[in-house]
């Protein structure tokens, strides 16, 4: 400080502390506002695209991003698109009535219909279309994909089996790892750790290779009884999940262990223990496996789209997004877009219905969030 004030008494602009402070907060926060700016642009993509006409998704660059719409003029016995025409007297909005030559259309001025078609020179593939701002919700009609019901079925099927598994093998290894004094306990939970990194994109031939074999060698033909083609859907989690893994056994080391030793003096064993000592004071942290999993599973659309190409029956909800009937001439990228949105409403309900979880004093890799 003392340095401060001599450099301020020399009359040299300095930053002080606190504005040194306040600088490095403003910077901080605007890089956290541009990076969740970037995170959400694909669904405030997906939220506007979805109120809009499909003619004004098809105009691609020549359109606004907002939601807008063409409007039309009806002239005698048809409705005509509004152009911005370039006229000697500055910029015209007229409505095109033929456009079936390329170098040059015939408009009619809505202001003053009564002087009739007005011939315009040039290519009128240049002219921009008017629009003005309008939203639609015409899209969520549209949207209606094949056997949705059983699209959902599928998924809820698919996502129980799958999270009793990943809840089941992710608690035993990570109480496992944080009870019990395992010879290289420390290298296994390093290299555990360690395939986090792996990209699934290198795994996923010699995988895909593996379950096709599976399927068509091993396993019975019939799936009347049951559907083995979600095999390779779900029998992944049933080997726990690296980063669920961590996540419970650092929740589980902050359990003292003060409690096992007096419940160990009851006699209770390591089961035991596990259920009436740990998962009961860890509630928060499995609730949140739990969710991080449903979400995951809820959005499942790759591994779905690899094996059940040719078991229309069988596909879950998100591969049925695209697959509804096509309205013949009429873009269907708003539909689609109205469709992931309607998705996204099971997803929130459940993060709204356990948030509660979240807000808790929970400990995860042994800081208090």
């Known amino acids: 400080m003392n340095l401060f004030k001599r450099k301020q008494n020399l009359g040299e602009p300095v930053l002080t502390l606190r504005l040194w402070r306040f600088t490095g907060a403003a910077i901080l926060n605007l890089v956290f506002f541009i990076l969740m700016t970037a995170y959400l642009l694909p669904l405030g993509y997906m939220a506007v695209t979805s109120v809009k ?4 998704v098809s105009d691609g660059l020549g359109a606004p991003l907002y939601p807008a719409i063409n409007p039309r003029y009806h002239y005698q016995d048809g409705d005509y698109a509004l152009m911005e025409v370039p006229t000697p007297d500055g910029i015209k909005q007229w409505a095109m009535i033929n456009s079936q030559q390329t170098t040059y259309a015939e408009f009619i001025d809505p202001q003053n219909p009564n002087r009739g078609p007005i011939r315009w020179d040039g290519d009128w593939r240049t002219l921009k279309k008017v629009y003005v701002f309008s939203l639609t919700f015409k899209a969520f009609e549209d949207w209606k994909p094949a056997n949705l019901p059983q699209g959902i079925l ?8 799958s999270e009793i598994g990943v809840l089941v093998t992710s608690i035993a290894v990570a109480y496992g790892f944080s009870r019990f004094r395992i010879p290289g306990g420390k290298w296994l939970l390093f290299l555990l750790i360690a395939t986090i990194l792996i990209p699934d994109s290198i795994t996923i031939l010699p995988t895909y290779i593996f379950y096709i074999k599976l399927l068509n060698i091993w396993l019975p033909r ?7 083609q979600w095999l390779p859907l779900i029998a992944p989690h049933f080997f726990s999940s690296a980063i669920f893994v961590f996540l419970l056994r650092q929740n589980f080391l902050s359990i003292p262990r003060d409690l096992d030793e007096a419940a160990m003096l009851d006699g209770a064993g390591p089961i035991q223990i596990l259920i009436k000592i740990i998962l009961p004071q860890s509630i928060p942290v499995v609730t949140t496996v739990a969710m991080l999993h449903f979400f995951y599973m809820w959005n499942e659309f790759r ?7 040719s078991h229309a029956n069988l596909w879950l909800l998100a591969s049925r997004l695209q697959n509804g009937a096509p309205i013949p001439g009429i873009n269907p990228e708003p539909a689609t877009q109205a469709g992931a949105l309607l998705l996204l409403i099971v997803p929130v309900i459940v993060l709204l219905a356990f948030q509660r979880f ?12």
């Open 53 to 56: 006409e499909p003619e004004q």
């Open 154 to 161: 599928n998924s809820l099927i698919v996502i129980g089996i």
């Open 222 to 228: 019939d799936a009347s009884h049951f559907p083995w």
């Open 303 to 309: 591994l779905s789209s690899l094996y059940l190409t």
């Open 358 to 369: 979240f807000m808790q004093d929970m400990v995860v890799v042994g800081t208090e969030k």
